[in-house]
Each structure stands twice: as C-alpha cells, then as structure tokens.
C-alpha cells in the first residue's frame, strides 16, 4: 500500500509504463490472495478487519490505468481477468460502499477510525463526480447515487466529532457538490463547517505533534520529544526524564 501511495501521490509527474501497471495490478491480487483464512471476506469478525478490505487503492489505480494510454491493452485486460478497466473501477466502488454499509451496521461511524474516514470521503467523492457528468437520467439511479452521498455525508459528520481532519474532510466532500445536490444532502446531514475558533485550535494541536528540534536525535523515541508530551511530562513526575 505504501508503494502504491508513493507511485500514486509522489512528487514524480511521470507516466506509469506498461509493466509497472501490470506489475502494480498483480501485487494487489496477490495481497489479496496471501490473507490469512480468518480475514477474507467470509469470515471477518471485528469492525477493523474490515478496514483491510478498503477499496481506495484499486479504485486510485484504475483511474490512472482509465487515463494513461494503456488502458485499451490486451496486457492491461488479462491483468483484469479479463474485464475491462471500467468494470474494475466501478465493481471496486460497489464493494467500498458495501464495506461501509457493513461496517457501519456493525459499529455506526461515530467512534474514531482514519481508515473509515478515508473511505467514506473516497465514496463521496466518487458519487459526486458521477453525478456531475450527468449522463444517466433514470430516477432509481439517480436515488441510488444520493442515498450512497447522504450515507457518506452523515458518516464523515459523525467522524468529524472525534477528529479535526474528518471534519475538513466533511467540508471538502459538501464544498465538492453542486447545489442542487447540497440542498438534498443537508435535508439529512448537517452543513460540515467550521467554528470561529477551530482553525487556531487545529493549528495549536497540529503544532504540538512535532518534535521538538534540538532534542529529536536518533537514539530518543520520537514520540518522547513532541511538545505535547514534553509538557504533559513536565506535569507528571513519574514520567521519565527526555
């Protein structure tokens, strides 16, 4: 995953070649595949097991096959099983949604989890630029893509209780609709936006998770150097000295 995010979200603008896409699309299969018995889809227990089978990735991935020049190859297709990259992307997108839909069945969003958060924004967003091309009219589709958005919308609002970054996440997720489909949303989620005194409150807590500079050296536990926990030090004795 973290080379995927690497080759996704580095400073390189270079295109992918044919055989990192292939490569790429294999050692997801194969991550896949490698789980152990207990944590495929049939038999997931936790709410966190689920957070192993987030779709983001792949759906990432086919957006970048969709736009490079490959994405027409006979390579790129047996790498699919066979099914074109379109049919990934949107099967992918089924799946998230119903992970989602499991999870939150089992657990609601309300307690704290990044990887939910994440999702639920991966959801959004995709609905919101389908609905943005506007190229089907049929009503139930239409009804589908607005209860998967409302869905999204009320599980970031819930996250946002808990962390500062799920509420950003909120705000760019209603900021990304248009306002017919706003107006919609907000009949069931609240407006995500921000308090008066957040953005200094957010800055100080952002702020107090560096380290401090002259003592992050490479022996020290890096989180025994972060103002917060310097601080929270200097106010009890019974923690080490950094």
């Not at 990887?115 to 630029?129: C, E, R």
């Not at 957010?202 to 536990?221: T, V």
């Amino acid at each position: 995953m973290n080379e995927l995010g690497r080759l996704m979200f580095g400073g390189s603008s270079r295109s992918f070649t044919l055989d990192e896409i292939v490569g790429i699309k294999k050692k997801l299969d194969g991550w896949k595949d490698s789980l152990p018995e207990c944590l495929r889809p049939k038999n997931l227990v936790f709410p966190l097991h689920l957070s192993l089978h987030v779709q983001q990735p792949l759906m990432g991935f086919m957006q970048i096959v969709l736009k490079s020049e490959y994405k027409d190859s006979s390579q790129i297709l047996a790498a699919c099983s066979g099914k074109a990259p379109e049919t990934v992307l949107n099967e992918a997108k089924k799946m998230l949604e119903t992970i989602m839909r499991l999870y939150y069945t089992r657990r609601n969003f309300e307690f704290y989890d990044p990887w939910i958060a994440f999702a639920l924004t991966a959801i959004g967003n995709a609905v919101v630029a389908d609905l943005a091309e506007g190229s089907d009219d049929d009503p139930q589709i239409s009804a589908g893509y607005w209860s998967t958005l409302f869905f999204a919308a009320q599980g970031l609002n819930k996250q946002s209780r808990n962390y500062h970054v799920s509420r950003l996440l909120a705000i760019q997720l209603q900021k990304a609709m248009k306002p017919e489909d706003l107006q919609l949303v907000q009949t069931h989620a609240m407006a995500a936006r921000m308090e008066d005194d957040e953005p200094v409150l957010i800055a100080e807590h952002s702020d107090s998770l560096w380290s401090i500079p002259g003592l992050a050296i490479m022996n020290i536990d890096p989180d025994r150097t972060r103002l917060k926990n310097v601080i929270a030090g200097v106010q009890d004795p019974d923690m080490q000295s950094v």
